[in-house]
C-alpha cells in the first residue's frame, strides 16, 4: 500500500530542502577551488550567511519528515533521513568550525623571526599582488579583530600563541629546507643557498599561502603568510610549526 500523496509529497519536499543545506557547503568548497566563485561570496556569503539558516530550517522539516514517515508505516523513511541527516551534518561541520577558530587568534601571519623580517621575492610577490592581505615588516592585527588581539602587533601574538614558531639553530642547507618544505604539501618556486620559498594551496578551498625560509650559516627562519582571510585558523602557526620539527630533526 502506497504512502498518502500529500505525506508523500511533504516529505519529499522537506528532503529536497534538507539536501540544499547539506549539499550549499560542498558546492561552495567546490565553486571556489575550481575558480568558478568568489571566494568571498563562496564563503562569506553562501556558508556563513545562508547555510545556517537553511540548515536549521531544513531539521525542522526533516524531524517533522521522520514523525510523518514513522506514522506512515515508514514507507517514507528513506525520504525523511534525506530531509534529516544532510543539514544536521552541514550545521555540525560549521559548529566544529567556528569552535576551532574561536580557539586561535585571527591572524594569517607567523614568523620565526620578527626582529629581521623575512621578505618575499619579486616573483611571490607579484603572485600576491591583488590579495588583500599586505606582507608587511610589522603587522598589526586589525581593529575588527576584537578583544584580546586588535591593534597587538603580530610579532606579540605569534610569541603567546605558537611556540612552535622558533629559530631552527642548525648548519642546514636550501636541499633540506626543500625537503621539509615539499613534505609540508609547500610548492617550491624559487632557491638559493640562502633562501628557499614556496606556495601552499589548501586542498578544499585553494586557499594560498605563501612560506618562505632564510638560510643563515648556523640558523633557519620561517614565515607563512596567507594571501586572503583575516584570520588562517591556526593553518600558518601549524605549517611553521612542521618545518621547524623537520628540520630540527
Not at 42 to 69: N, S
Not at 134 to 145: G, H, M, N, R, S
Request: hydrophobic residues 50%.
Amino acid at each position: 500500500m502506497s504512502a498518502h500523496p500529500k505525506s508523500a509529497a511533504f516529505v519529499r519536499i522537506a528532503a529536497l530542502v534538507g539536501a540544499a543545506g547539506g549539499l550549499l557547503p560542498l558546492a561552495a568548497v567546490l565553486g571556489s577551488r575550481f575558480g568558478l566563485l568568489d571566494w568571498k561570496f563562496a564563503l562569506g556569503t553562501l556558508v556563513v550567511k545562508i547555510t545556517p539558516p537553511l540548515a536549521m530550517v531544513g531539521i525542522a522539516l526533516g524531524v517533522i519528515a521522520l514523525i510523518v514517515a514513522f506514522r506512515d508505516r515508514r514507507r517514507l523513511l528513506v525520504w525523511a533521513l534525506v530531509a534529516l541527516l544532510p543539514p544536521l551534518f552541514s550545521l555540525g561541520l560549521l559548529a566544529r568550525f567556528k569552535a576551532e577558530a574561536d580557539k586561535v587568534p585571527p591572524i594569517h601571519d607567523v614568523a620565526t623571526d620578527w626582529e629581521r623580517p623575512l621578505s618575499f621575492s619579486r616573483d611571490i610577490m607579484d603572485a600576491r599582488a591583488g590579495s588583500p592581505n599586505a606582507v608587511e615588516a610589522d603587522p598589526t592585527a586589525p581593529e575588527k579583530a576584537g578583544p584580546p588581539w586588535a591593534g597587538r602587533r603580530i610579532a606579540e601574538i605569534n610569541r603567546e600563541t605558537c611556540p612552535g614558531a622558533h629559530p631552527v639553530m642548525k648548519h642546514l642547507n636550501a636541499d633540506q629546507v626543500a625537503a621539509a618544505f615539499e613534505a609540508a604539501g609547500i610548492e617550491v618556486q624559487g632557491r638559493a643557498p640562502w633562501r628557499v620559498e614556496g606556495t601552499y594551496t589548501s586542498f578544499w578551498w585553494g586557499f594560498k599561502d605563501d612560506v618562505v625560509a632564510r638560510i643563515d650559516p648556523e640558523r633557519v627562519d620561517i614565515r607563512s603568510v596567507s594571501r586572503v582571510g583575516q584570520s588562517d585558523i591556526g593553518a600558518n602557526c601549524a605549517r611553521v610549526t612542521r618545518i621547524v620539527k623537520a628540520l630540527e630533526q
